[in-house]
């Protein structure tokens, strides 16, 4: 019996930015005739095109125009963060506010369930372009659709990339807020409990940490959980932290699901929130609502962040630029019982 061949694969533009020595933006300007390429360079980049068999698809001729149709809400989150109680919470919350703004502006949006990270591929989606929430330095959602030569904006800067647009979700400022409201109401004793993963939130987190108990003279005491964990990693790393630090008399949890799971820790060693240990979390979720005692979070302004966001991908889809990041109002601290002194 004759085997057959595997099927060839199709040339993508970052094989024509290889061959003619250049990036694959300049590819996608030389043949959708964007933005400025010298006509050497471009004559050199169609003639790579040409010798790969390289043809632009159908997005790629709707982003020539400007038209774009569908772009893709992706949450970078795993499901055991970004899902359960808060799937109701994050991302429907952004999502919601996202698709009343692309709506404004023609675009339909797919949103993109934590559910499918790296189960269903991207490249099975029909879109122009994709909003990342808090990519990771190595996150394969923001380099896939790179790679394809889409735009990409992301909430919350990814670190390490100097390109893809971002809407600055004030990292610095929440922790400085949440760590600053636990030493007014008493704590001195202050641990940080973060992700494992390298976001930009955690990294800005770490730096306003370091400079908080610098200035008042504290011991810096760090957690890292790993978010594929959920709740147990939070209540598993708060409970190595009372045994190591059993004197701390404050958490600040950037994770709501590790602030949950730590919430459980506490009482399982007999202690109570806030009157032994104050917690504070970062999104005014449902797990912050629904936890008892109900956690201290940050209104970060979600609707402003997301109407933000679509409207500077819109702006590099129609080709317009325009500026590389975007901030929303400044957090404000919402107030509970796991923090009231």
Do not use: W
Request: hydrophobic share 45%.
């Amino acid at each position: 019996m004759q085997s057959i061949a595997p099927a060839k694969p199709r040339p993508t533009i970052s094989d024509v930015a290889r061959l003619a020595g250049v990036s694959p933006t300049t590819v996608s300007h030389a043949l959708n005739d964007k933005g400025y390429v010298d006509p050497q360079t471009r004559e050199r980049v169609k003639e790579a095109a040409r010798t790969l068999g390289y043809r632009p698809s159908v997005r790629a001729q709707r982003l020539r125009t400007g038209e774009a149709h569908t772009i893709a809400l992706v949450s970078s989150m795993p499901f055991e963060i970004a899902g359960g109680a808060s799937r109701l919470g994050f991302l429907m919350e952004v999502a919601a506010v996202a698709a009343s703004a692309a709506l404004t502006r023609g675009l339909a949006l797919v949103l993109v369930p934590p559910v499918m990270a790296g189960r269903l591929p991207l490249e099975q989606l029909d879109i122009d372009g994709a909003i990342v929430i808090e990519p990771t330095a190595d996150d394969a959602n923001v380099a896939h659709l790179q790679e394809r030569g889409l735009a990409v904006v992301c909430l919350g800067r990814q670190p390490g990339n100097d390109v893809a647009p971002y809407v600055d979700i004030h990292s610095s400022a929440t922790s400085e807020l949440l760590l600053n409201h636990l030493h007014e109401q008493g704590s001195t004793k202050i641990a940080l409990l973060i992700g494992a993963q390298a976001r930009n939130s955690y990294i800005e987190a770490r730096e306003a940490y370091a400079r908080f108990c610098a200035a008042r003279g504290m011991t810096p005491v760090i957690a890292v959980a790993d978010e594929s964990g959920g709740e147990d990693a939070g209540r598993d790393a708060c409970a190595a932290l009372l045994s190591a630090h059993p004197d701390l008399d404050g958490l600040c949890a950037l994770v709501d699901a590790f602030a949950v799971g730590a919430v459980q820790a506490i009482a399982q060693r007999g202690k109570h929130v806030p009157d032994d240990i104050k917690i504070v979390t970062r999104y005014d979720g449902v797990r912050a609502r629904a936890c008892r005692p109900p956690l201290t979070a940050v209104d970060m302004h979600l609707e402003d962040m997301a109407s933000q966001a679509v409207e500077l991908l819109f702006a590099h889809l129609a080709g317009k630029g325009g500026a590389r990041t975007v901030a929303p109002a400044l957090p404000e601290l919402v107030i509970r019982e796991s923090s009231r002194a």
